[in-house]
């Protein structure tokens, strides 16, 4: 992973080599602002390469950027974007079509390789995650993927999902191309590629991202209701938006079934909360990650790691 801050550099130095480096040199981007403000500007982005893509993170203080014709001359990127807006908002315009605001919490996609401008909405200023992944490495080939403006996504049903893909891909630990990244940012890309109606989502590979989506979000929906002990599979199916054999069908293209994943998550939990209070009783530990009984608890505690949770503590204890 790369990382880099504007601390790194003398504050009066601080936006002119953020411009003149980074946004244009890594970015491909023309970056402005005003003299008198350029002081106070911060700027912070991590850069990985997962799955054959590029994910960005950038935070910074308000400033303009466009990427103009010269600048798709200087570093052409040919690859389609998908962004996540995680600050206060931001506002695109220049391109063919109308200009639009993308809220906090939203999706945009776009080609890399066509004019915009972009500033962000209110004194709070960037924050946001880009996956920039390369045409040439989508399986789906058509060339409408090189004429997509930046646009919104506007599907409700898809927003769960491209947010929990990118969670999965903000949580992976440093430069990954497994073949579980591979297929999330494949899923994030096609995903995109259904929105802007090139893929249907009916095809073989758009039912595949949505499988690949539908079951990152099952993991999640799984980990926010561990406390319930009637955590089911028709609730988490509910949630979800499928029936209950479509979620099963989800989870045997994992490693591990639906209950498998539910208890695993449990024990896991448990771990943490023995390690982060220890003072906790065991029981009460047993009650917060769901299980139904302490007996039930301590079989599956010590079936699974071959001992019981009063020892697990004993040697964290012991570590300390």
């Not at 411009?19 to 990985?48: N, Q, Y």
């Not at 001359?73 to 315009?93: I, K």
């Not at 530990?285 to 299980?291: E, H, K, S, V």
């Amino acid at each position: 992973m790369y990382r880099w801050c504007t601390d790194e550099v003398e504050p009066h130095e601080r936006f002119d080599y953020w411009r003149e480096v980074r946004a244009k040199g890594l970015f491909g981007v023309t970056a402005e602002l005003e003299r008198e403000r350029r002081a106070d500007f911060f700027g912070e982005f991590s850069l990985r390469q997962l799955g054959g893509a590029g994910f960005v993170e950038l935070k910074a203080s308000p400033y303009t950027v466009e990427r103009s014709k010269a600048d798709i001359a200087y570093a052409p990127g040919d690859s389609v974007c998908v962004y996540q807006q995680l600050g206060g908002g931001g506002w695109f315009g220049g391109m063919r079509g109308s200009d639009f605001a993308i809220p906090n919490g939203s999706f945009a996609t776009s080609h890399t390789d066509l004019p915009y401008r972009t500033v962000p909405l209110g004194a709070a200023g960037f924050h946001l995650r880009i996956l920039k992944v390369p045409v040439g490495g989508i399986p789906t080939q058509d060339r409408r993927m090189r004429e997509l403006v930046p646009k919104t996504f506007n599907d409700p049903a898809l927003a769960p999902l491209l947010n929990s893909c990118f969670a999965d891909l903000g949580e992976t630990a440093g430069d990954d191309g497994s073949p579980e990244t591979t297929t999330l940012v494949q899923a994030l890309a096609h995903l995109a590629l259904i929105e802007r109606g090139i893929v249907g989502p009916g095809s073989r590979r758009g039912q595949a991202a949505l499988r690949t989506a539908r079951l990152s979000l099952a993991r999640r929906l799984i980990a926010q209701h561990l406390k319930n002990p009637d955590l089911t599979p028709a609730m988490v199916a509910d949630l979800l938006g499928v029936s209950v054999r479509h979620l099963h069908m989800l989870f045997e293209m994992a490693e591990k079934s639906f209950s498998q994943t539910v208890t695993d998550e449990r024990l896991k939990q448990s771990r943490r909360l023995m390690r982060e209070a220890p003072e906790r009783l065991i029981a009460d530990i047993a009650t917060a990650c769901g299980f139904e009984s302490l007996a039930t608890y301590y079989r599956v505690f010590n079936a699974a790691y071959g001992m019981a949770p009063g020892d697990f503590r004993a040697q964290g204890s012991e570590g300390r």
